[in-house]
């Protein structure tokens, strides 16, 4: 499985970015994620999806405010009203089999490079 995301900038607060994420390679059956990560802080699940496109979830922290969508191996996190609290670099992540309801990275057994999202 390999991940590779796109999408991520600078932007200032209120604006929006559209992050994508490309899989190749997928199993059968796999769940997608969206985590974030700031320096010293543990990575945050925010977003995930089934295969189909069916079940989204979100974190409260973005909830109302990112959308999650996938169409066929193409995943994208839509962000708007973006915050300074947004900032963090974003990756994408695969996990084999469906989705579970929570959101924590020990779940999720492929990841993307990471893309680097600024908000001032």
């Known amino acids: 499985v390999q991940l590779v995301e796109s999408g991520g900038g600078s932007v200032q607060a209120g604006g929006s970015l559209r992050l994508s994420c490309v899989a190749s390679g997928v199993p059968s059956s796999w769940c997608m994620g969206w985590f974030r990560q700031i320096p010293d802080k543990e990575r945050e699940g925010i977003a995930r999806i089934t295969a189909g496109g069916g079940s989204p979830a979100y974190a409260d922290s973005v909830k109302g405010r990112f959308t999650i969508s996938q169409d066929d191996v193409k995943n994208v996190l839509q962000t708007n009203n973006l915050r300074p609290e947004d900032a963090a670099m974003y990756y994408c992540?695969?996990?084999?089999?469906?989705?579970?309801?929570?959101?924590?990275?020990?779940?999720?057994?492929?990841w993307g490079q990471g893309t680097q999202v600024t908000v001032s």
């Open positions: 992540a695969l996990r084999t089999g469906g989705c579970l309801p929570t959101m924590m990275m020990t779940d999720y057994n492929y």
